[in-house]
């Protein structure tokens, strides 16, 4: 008994230091919004056959916004499903409740993105020219004032627990066949590129981290994302992978 009271005690004494020594920015909470693997204001379009693993919901725009997915509309007209998500697809013009949990979503979307973009005192500041490819990213504020290119792999490294925001007043871009890469632990959840320009991930290209664009979002052929992509027009998949 004293045994198991003690390896419980030291299970929470390492939880807490962990917590304590957590590096990088405070997390972006993203609300309700983190209950999507893809949200969108305007539209989500896919080439197929795309594999998006989560939610995909639009709003305010009715369920014609969600194209090439070919949808079938559940019974209770509360969300539809498609062969290319494994999730629920929803639209601000399906039944009671999903018209209201989608403009919460929104809002809360539109909220994570003011959060990250205001964040201020930056680690870095125009880091390498917003040419990053080839770099290692340690956890910490990022702030570019213009485009940001990965032309060559780029990897982020940190413990589990540590935090990143990246934000891109111009485009973002990944190169075809280029990767985000994560070592030492660091998890995608607490990665966050925040983009107040077009965001396009080229073919073939892998990108890690939770997306908060002011415009559109487009994974070329063959690209995935292991990320949630949430816009404030568009998300465009050609034959693209989403894993949430």
């Given at each position: 008994m004293i045994a198991n009271t003690f390896a419980i005690?030291?299970?929470?004494?390492?939880?807490?230091?962990?917590?304590?020594?957590?590096?990088?920015?405070?997390?972006?909470?993203?609300?309700?919004?983190?209950?999507?693997?893809?949200l969108a204001k305007s539209g989500v379009s896919t080439v197929p056959p795309s594999v998006i693993v989560g939610a995909v919901a639009v709003s305010p725009i009715a369920a014609t916004g969600l194209t090439g997915f070919s949808l079938?509309?559940?019974?209770?007209?509360?969300?539809?499903?498609?062969?290319?998500?494994?999730g629920h697809l929803l639209a601000a013009s399906f039944a009671a409740p999903t018209p209201a949990t989608l403009?919460?979503?929104?809002?809360?979307?539109?909220?994570?993105?003011?959060?990250?973009?205001?964040?201020?005192?930056?680690?870095?500041?125009n880091l390498a020219s917003g040419a990053i490819g080839g770099l290692v990213l340690v956890p910490g504020l990022y702030k570019w004032t213009g485009a940001v290119t990965i032309g060559a792999d780029v990897t982020i490294?940190?413990?589990?627990?540590?935090?990143?925001?990246?934000?891109?007043?111009?485009?973002?871009?990944?190169?075809?066949?280029?990767?985000?890469l994560l070592a030492g632990g660091a998890s995608a959840a607490n990665i966050v590129w925040v983009v107040s320009g077009a965001v396009s991930v080229g073919a073939g290209a892998h990108l890690e981290g939770v997306v908060l664009g002011k415009t559109s979002i487009t994974l070329l052929t063959g690209a995935s994302a292991n990320s949630r992509l949430l816009a404030q027009t568009a998300v465009a998949l050609q034959k693209a992978t989403v894993t949430n």
């Open positions: 005690c030291l299970l929470v004494v390492v939880t807490a230091l962990s917590s304590v020594n957590a590096l990088g920015p405070a997390p972006v909470n993203l609300r309700t919004a983190a209950n999507f693997a893809i079938t509309v559940d019974s209770t007209k509360q969300f539809a499903t498609s062969s290319q998500v494994t403009t919460v979503a929104i809002g809360d979307m539109g909220t994570a993105f003011t959060d990250a973009t205001g964040r201020v005192n930056p680690n870095f500041t490294t940190g413990a589990s627990s540590d935090t990143w925001i990246f934000q891109v007043t111009g485009t973002f871009s990944v190169a075809a066949g280029k990767r985000v």
